[in-house]
């Protein structure tokens, strides 16, 4: 009782102009977005979500330690994986592994400059295809418009970090190993372009968690206009606008 007494009383003690503009604060997370609003609204929710990825995965072990990113043994050489680990080169196999992860995180940094450029050459048509679109929309109009490009940037780096690690020293043994042993179909997968291909997966499977949150959770709109653009529920504004 005495809480509620105390909320009252400094509710009563508010000014006229204090009330007025709670009110109007409160009204404008309800109002229809601009389409100005809606624009600026979609390029901050692709800068915030590509922030996020980019540090989640471009940090130390952001794909190793990732259990939904993380970069496996190339899967069309499991038997090799299995064979020479019945071999006892576990240990070589699980540096191999790891390698191929530090290689991705690499790459990872180098996304940031070509997602600002897709963001910047975004025509409105395309801010509200995103906006009522389906919850991976913005992801997929990153995908669209920038993979050729981070194909370009990221194979040099991929394929520096892997030689600079001198992976031939666990692929070549390996490989060697297996393709030695009889009644086996012998193996030689591009470690580069395999390791550059997930490595696209996972920073845009990352890009498309963080565009869920802002989509789907009122705590990861971090600014009034994410708050404003994303928890609208009205009708289309862009009629009468």
Known sequence: MRL???????????????????????GS??????????????????????KNAVFQTAQENGFYGNSLIRIPFPPEAAK???????????????????????GAE???????????????????????????????????????????????EFRPVIKQALDEVEITRYWNP?????NKLPLTNKLNPNLDEYVLDRTLSGLFTVLAQEEEKIREDPAARVTALLKKVFGYQ????????
């Not at 009383?9 to 007025?20: A, E, K, R, V, W």
């Not at 390996?174 to 297996?178: D, G, K, L, R, S």
């Open 29 to 50: 997370l309800y109002a229809a977005p601009t389409k100005e609003e809606i624009s600026d609204g979609i390029r901050e929710a692709l800068t915030v979500g590509i």
């Open 174 to 178: 390996i490989i060697t190993t297996y």
């Open 106 to 152: 690499e790459a990872a940094e180098k996304a940031t400059p070509i997602f600002v450029d897709a963001i910047r050459q975004m025509t409105l048509q395309d801010v509200y295809d995103i906006w009522q679109g389906e919850k991976d929309a913005a992801t997929r109009y990153l995908q669209q418009n920038t993979q050729a490009r981070l194909i370009s």
């Open 4 to 26: 509620l007494s105390t909320v009252l009383l400094s509710f009563l003690l508010l000014s006229c102009d204090q009330l007025q503009q709670i009110a109007k604060d409160a």
């Open 234 to 241: 009205g009708p289309d504004p862009r009629v009468g606008n």
């Open 80 to 102: 090799v994986e299995q064979t020479v680990r019945d071999l006892g080169l576990d240990k070589q196999v699980d540096q191999f592994v790891e390698t191929l992860n530090h």
